[in-house]
């Protein structure tokens, strides 16, 4: 099971009778216990995306909690489900979403320190934490090696599902543990260990888990070491800073497109060929950052995913280099009548 893919979405079989079933669990008419989330209907995702682009979603559903989203799991077995955070890496067809999207990052967003000693201390941050957040949190409490968070425009979950990083850190390097909740609603732990990790890659070790069910990440365990909160608070400033001047935060984006290919940078092969401030519809590569594709007002989903093809397809005729995507694009290519 590649967990990097389960963050956004799971594919199992559509149920036609889900929202009946889920009209009766959210008003009680049902021998089941009741949701207390929000149930929306034909929920347009370029309100729940960073690129501000894409189609509708046929229900969309907050979960009230961590409970009510395992309440949620267990009432509907078969039905497809798509799981988000800020949207900030993601990239909804203009066909959209069956199914239902579960959007996480309004409720589970708790965030604790649960030890604390000398050498350093262990938090606690739900899969909706923005990483910011996060990165801000330890620095207030004397704990170092969190700093880089603030520089992922994300959550928890996703930066646990790709193993989101940047300035030189990677989130699984300071993840002592994972909270996990499973498509059958239960909730538990897996160490560290029991994923193998790469650049944007998190994988399950399926040899010693022995795991088939989807399973998402509902929180992580950061073990960080002691620090000094006034040198924490100015590294944060000195990286906020550095992106403000590096990437065009002023346009809707969803991050770096692209991964970095070894030993080399996406943004200069990019560059190199020439496409800074390539076009197509409302869709253009930021003359900022060439890794960049940025909505300058009124892109579709269909006109960033014909430029990240387009680029891709550029940068290998000219390099012979295969751009990997980092965004997830998703859904369907058509818009429904």
């Known amino acids: 099971m590649?967990?990097?893919?389960?963050?956004?979405?799971?594919?199992?079989?559509?149920?036609?009778?889900?929202?009946?079933?889920?009209?009766?669990?959210?008003?009680g008419n049902a021998s089941v216990p009741v949701l207390r989330g929000e149930m929306r209907t034909h929920e347009s995702m370029s309100k729940h995306t960073?690129?501000?682009?894409?189609?509708?979603?046929?229900?969309?559903?907050?979960?009230?909690?961590?409970d009510d989203?395992?309440?949620?799991?267990?009432?509907s077995p078969h039905e497809s489900i798509t799981v988000i955070g800020l949207g900030s890496n993601l990239l909804v067809r203009d066909g959209g979403l069956r199914g239902t999207v579960v959007a996480l990052h309004a409720q589970l967003n708790d965030l604790r320190l649960l030890e604390q000693n000398q050498s350093g201390g262990l938090i606690y941050a739900g899969a909706g934490v923005a990483c910011a957040?996060?990165?801000?949190?330890a620095a207030r409490h004397n704990l170092a090696g969190a700093e880089f968070l603030a520089g992922i425009p994300g959550t928890v979950g996703?930066?646990?599902?790709?193993?989101?990083?940047?300035?030189?850190?990677?989130?699984?390097?300071?993840?002592?543990?994972?909270?996990?909740?499973?498509?059958?609603?239960?909730?538990?732990?897996?160490?560290?260990?029991e994923y193998t990790i790469g650049y944007r890659s998190v994988e399950l070790q399926h040899e010693l888990t022995g795991t088939v069910e989807p399973e998402w990440f509902a929180g992580g365990y950061f073990r960080l070491p002691h620090g000094e909160q006034a040198e924490s608070q100015q590294r944060i400033k000195q990286l906020l800073a550095q992106r403000v001047d590096s990437q065009p935060l002023n346009q809707p984006n969803a991050g770096s497109v692209f991964r970095n290919p070894p030993g080399d940078?996406?943004?200069?092969?990019?560059?190199?060929?020439?496409?800074k401030g390539c076009r197509i519809g409302g869709a253009m590569v930021s003359p900022k950052h060439a890794n960049f594709i940025v909505n300058t007002g009124t892109a579709t989903a269909s006109d960033i995913e014909a430029l990240i093809l387009m680029v891709q397809s550029r940068v290998k005729k000219a390099t012979a280099?295969?751009?990997?995507?980092?965004?997830?694009?998703?859904?369907?290519?058509?818009?429904?009548?």
């Open 69 to 75: 989203f395992a309440n949620f799991l267990q009432v």
């Open 158 to 193: 996703g930066a646990l599902a790709m193993n989101a990083g940047c300035y030189g850190s990677e989130a699984w390097e300071i993840v002592a543990q994972a909270q996990i909740i499973n498509h059958s609603g239960r909730v538990f732990i897996r160490q560290a260990g």
């Open 321 to 337: 280099i295969e751009l990997r995507q980092e965004v997830r694009i998703i859904g369907d290519a058509r818009r429904l009548t």
């Open 265 to 275: 940078y996406a943004a200069r092969l990019i560059e190199a060929c020439g496409l």
């Open 50 to 66: 960073s690129w501000r682009a894409g189609g509708h979603a046929d229900h969309y559903y907050v979960p009230a909690d961590l």
């Open 2 to 27: 590649n967990t990097e893919n389960q963050w956004e979405m799971i594919n199992l079989s559509p149920n036609t009778s889900f929202a009946m079933s889920v009209t009766e669990l959210l008003t």
């Open 133 to 137: 957040k996060v990165a801000r949190f």
